[in-house]
């Protein structure tokens, strides 16, 4: 098996604890204990079935599992901080779309694709930190030559050398290091220089096969023969470094090499994120049952199941792909999926509904609250931005009594609140405030929040 390169910072994919990993989740996500819990332990199994010996190791399978709740309570920000954490590649997908086709499924299978382009993209990233010192040098090194080009060569055979010859070459060496050094402190980015580059693109065009819209690239300088030409361009010794270091970091990627390792990452550590997955149960009715939904359920069944899925850089097989699920659930319940298809999920954790205490805790606790979010924001305009306790507690009331008024959407509901408080001062900064500081408390929010929420035709377009 390929070996799976670092993680930044020292840390394997999915060596973090039960423990660890829910520490880490309180820091983003409020509650929803049970959730972060079942979430914490399949990360973990995963690693765990990494350590297993024998043949034992492929035939444990993934801890598979439904996140039932209404919408904004935290179903994909839990999956999407989990995925964040295990450095694992990551797609999320609505099993929703997949009801447009009708009854083929073939596009269930677009997911798998789209995981493994993402994995490629994550592998890749990590091999540009490994090689991007060393580019970094090969590019300087290619600069000096622009700059301070070597004299022509002498006709004397190699190797025989003069007294002079040699002096003269010392020089120029300790030369070039000095231009070397105010290369690297940027004394010289504002010089222009030519250089020959290759041209961005790949020479390549995306065609479409019959079988699953397969995307397919060929490349046109391999049909007609031939590799890219360079093109001469006279451009600032930054802009130079920049487009050199690329070249030459791409110079230093094994494609060959990223390949396996993404195909073994996807394999091995992907997350797939099936979110709205109570939208594909067939509705009962006297006319019988909603084929097309169920049909999605039997096309999404191979690939949960475990099987081969063919992509344009090779087969990709979905037996220890983890996959994550939720849906509101609002009439139906997991147990209205097929049969099989939920013997595929077999670990289920209801979410709850959140109230104003847990609206408090969102505005102010995690460390992307929307408080924090808003202060950042005015401090770009340095202007200090505070909210007293009692104010943030009437926002919450307020975004509570509006979802208990119209449509719940959980925690989104803050979003729209903040907008609607802070709208004048997010517009009249910086031109028409002469203030250095805005103070949010309880007064201000009844005097901008409160009309709304009585005018019940404002608030259903506004609130």
Sequence with gaps: MTALLPLPGDRSPFSLTPR????????????????????????????????????????????????VGPTGVGKTEIARRVARLAGAPFVKVEASKFTEVGYVGRDVESMVRDLLEVA???????FHAIHADKARERATERL??????????SP??????????????????RSRDKLRVRLRNGDLDDREVEIDVTP??????????????????????????GGARKTRRRVTVAEARRILEEEELGNLLDDDKILV???????????????????????????????????????????????SVGTKHGVIKTDHILFLAAGAFHGTSPTDLIPELQGRFPIRVELSSLGVDEFVRILTEPETALTKQ????????????????????????VACEANESSQDIGARRLQTVMAKLLETFLFDVPDAFEETSIRVDADLVHERLDALLKDDDVRQYIL
């Design 156 to 173: 004397r055979p190699a190797g025989e050398t003069t007294d002079s010859e040699r002096e003269v070459a010392e020089r120029r060496e």
């Design 261 to 307: 390792q993404a195909k073994e990452r996807a394999e091995s550590s992907g997350i797939i994120f099936i979110d709205e997955l109570d939208k594909i149960i067939a509705s009962s009715s006297k006319h019988g049952p909603d084929v097309s939904r169920e049909g999605v359920q039997r096309d999404l069944l191979p690939i949960v199941e475990g099987s």
């Design 144 to 153: 000096l030559d622009v700059l301070f080009p070597a004299p022509p060569a």
């Design 374 to 397: 808003y202060q950042g924001l005015l401090a770009s305009e340095s202007i200090e931005l505070t909210f007293t306790e009692e104010a943030v507690r009437e926002i919450a009331r």
């Design 20 to 67: 660890q990993i829910v520490r880490e989740l309180d820091r983003y996500i409020v509650g929803q204990s049970d959730a972060k819990r079942a979430v914490a332990v399949a990360l973990r199994n995963r690693w765990r079935r990494q350590q297993v010996e024998g043949d034992l190791r492929s035939e444990i399978s993934p801890s598979n599992l439904i996140l």
């Design 120 to 126: 490629i993209e994550v592998v890749r990233e990590e």
């Design 200 to 225: 961005r693109g790949s020479g390549t065009i995306d065609i479409f096969t019959p079988q699953g819209m397969e995307q397919m690239g060929i490349n046109l300088r391999d049909m007609i023969g």
